[in-house]
């Protein structure tokens, strides 16, 4: 039997109506001024099925005049849960997690929780102090990337039995559900599309780190070499020293890349193609490739990965590899609160596909536009 009574007409003068004091404004509030129970309001906010329609309205229209705010630690003593998700990231100036975050704010906003970003850096320590932080909060679930070290810190959350959704590394021992991106095609397919136009030689400068992202380009590449008749002896990869584990203001410098490109590359001694595993690298032997006389992409084609900012600008233009990070964030979200609802719901993994922006840098001379 609903608790539902006829509402009485109010009067439309809201200032003179809203309770004069300084307290929160509490579901008894909202139940008096509307003739209803306590448990009926109750049950609206939370939008059970045993309220009618007409009712919910009221209930949400008397609660936004009033201001009222739920009570998070209230909210967690009835249902168990604080509607906080935890996303864990190594470096938010990353700009793949810097637009990572705000697809998985929104997102997260719109499913009703509030977001609680915790930094790592690439260091195990703060990994460990990040998660130890998120079982003292008791968040709802976690959206986190590994730094592909020891799994220690998440192993504990896997026996906490929080919610978890792994982003753009995996660790599969754990059986978390993971989102990412499937960098090995991305790069495969830039790098076969751009060795149909002539190439016999290609270079790799790859960043010196052991995760899975790496690995997966450096594996790209020599699939796109093998795809387009090229040795994979004609396929050299170059290691560039990582900044990820300085706690640098940007995870990648063009520095390190420039003076390595500008040590190994001569007029007489180049590749035909050189890949770059982000395009922060492909700006440094951008600058590398001119010193020495050599143009792109007449003498030399070059190629990124990320599709950063400045991409499109450069002279020429870069081509590179754009990730999508909206729907990595969106798709994560979606996952975590199909986990939260269901602990027990199959195990779930994509690799979303990248998406080539072809420009100038990798365009022959017969091939550009006029």
């Known amino acids: 039997m609903h608790d539902e009574r006829a509402l009485p007409e109010r009067s439309t003068d809201t200032a003179m109506m809203r309770p004069q004091r300084s307290q929160r404004v509490t579901l008894r509030d909202i139940a008096a001024g509307l003739g ?20 919910r309205e009221a209930v949400l229209a008397e609660a936004q005049r009033l201001g009222y705010q739920p ?7 009835v249902s168990g849960r604080t509607m906080v ?3 864990v990231i190594t470096n938010p100036s990353n700009p793949f997690y810097a637009a990572l975050i705000p697809a998985v704010e929104r997102q997260c906003r719109s499913a009703g929780y509030s977001v609680l970003l915790l930094v790592t850096e690439e260091s195990e320590q703060s990994e460990e102090e990040a998660v130890q932080q998120l079982l003292r909060f008791g968040v709802d679930g976690v959206l ?34 993971f989102v990412g991106i499937d960098a090995e095609q991305g790069i495969a397919e830039a790098v076969r599309s751009a060795a149909g136009a002539g190439v016999r030689r290609a270079w790799l400068f790859e960043e010196d780190l052991e995760i899975s992202t790496v690995t997966a380009r450096i594996d790209g590449f020599h699939r796109g070499l093998a795809s387009a008749g090229i040795d994979r002896r004609d396929g050299l990869v170059i290691k560039v ?4 584990t300085h706690g640098a203001s940007l995870p990648w410098s063009p520095d390190d890349a420039h003076q390595m490109a500008a040590g190994l590359i001569t007029p007489d001694h180049h590749p035909d193609l050189v890949v770059a595993g982000n395009d922060y690298v492909a700006l440094g032997i951008l600058k590398a490739l001119h010193a020495c006389g050599l143009t792109v992409p007449d003498d ?12 499109a600008y450069l002279e020429p233009s870069l081509t590179t590899v754009r990730l999508p990070a909206d729907d990595v964030g969106t798709t994560a979200v979606d996952f975590l609160l199909t986990r939260i609802a ?12 990248p998406i080539l922006m072809a420009r100038e840098s990798t365009r022959r001379p017969d091939t550009r536009r006029t």
């Not at 009570?71 to 003593?77: C, D, I, K, P, T």
């Not at 504990?156 to 919610?163: E, F, G, I, S, Y």
């Not at 020293?241 to 990820?244: A, G, I, K, S, V």
Request: glycine share 8%; hydrophobic share 40%.
């Open 85 to 87: 998700i935890g996303l």
């Open 342 to 353: 269901d602990p027990s719901a199959p195990r779930r993994s994509v690799r979303l596909p």
């Open 144 to 177: 986190g990337i590994p730094i592909q070290g020891r799994s220690d810190a998440w192993e504990r959350l896997a026996k906490a039995n929080v919610p978890v959704v792994l982003l753009s590394r995996d660790i599969p021992a754990l059986g978390f559900d």
């Open 71 to 77: 009570n998070s630690h209230a909210r967690l003593l």
């Open 300 to 311: 030399v084609m070059l190629l990124g990965y990320g599709d950063h900012p400045f991409a």
């Open 36 to 55: 209803l129970s306590v448990n009926t309001v109750s049950r609206a906010l939370a939008g059970k099925s045993q309220v009618s329609a007409a009712t």
């Open 241 to 244: 020293p990582t900044r990820r």
